[in-house]
């Protein structure tokens, strides 16, 4: 049995925003809400990155085009005593999924714990 965290990307659409940070704005707040409805509270929301193609700088990942916006958000849970890597990742994905309904979720990166990030997360128990 090990102990993940697990990193999850979401593409959230919110609607009637002006500009990206509206969007981001609001889409934190619909998470967050869908999270805490479910008592999700220790799932760790930010705000996605993308790369710019022609000069790879970073960017939030966050764009509005006729007053609807496309927020990528990063869903960081942790996930004790899974079976394998890809236990920790059903877990994660039906835990938050339950929050989210009808939003795709995607791994970004799973990796072991450690010590020092030990804290809230979700138990699997047999």
Not at 28 to 53: H, M, T
Not at 90 to 104: D, E, F, N, Q, S
């Amino acid at each position: 049995m090990g102990d993940y965290v697990v990193v999850l990307e979401a593409p959230i659409i919110v609607r009637d925003v002006e500009t990206s940070e509206d969007a981001i704005n609001v889409a934190v707040s619909k998470v967050a809400k869908a999270l805490n409805k479910e008592k999700l509270d220790f799932v760790r929301v930010e705000i996605g990155y993308s790369q710019c193609p022609v000069c790879g700088a970073h960017f939030e990942s966050a764009f509005v085009i006729g007053s609807v916006g496309l927020v990528g958000m990063y869903l960081t849970i942790k996930v004790y005593n899974a079976q394998t890597i890809e236990h920790a990742e059903r877990i994660a994905k039906a835990v938050i999924g339950k929050a989210l309904k009808k939003v795709p979720l995607k791994v970004y990166e799973i990796r072991e714990l450690t010590e020092e990030e030990e804290g809230e997360g979700v138990e699997f128990e047999e």
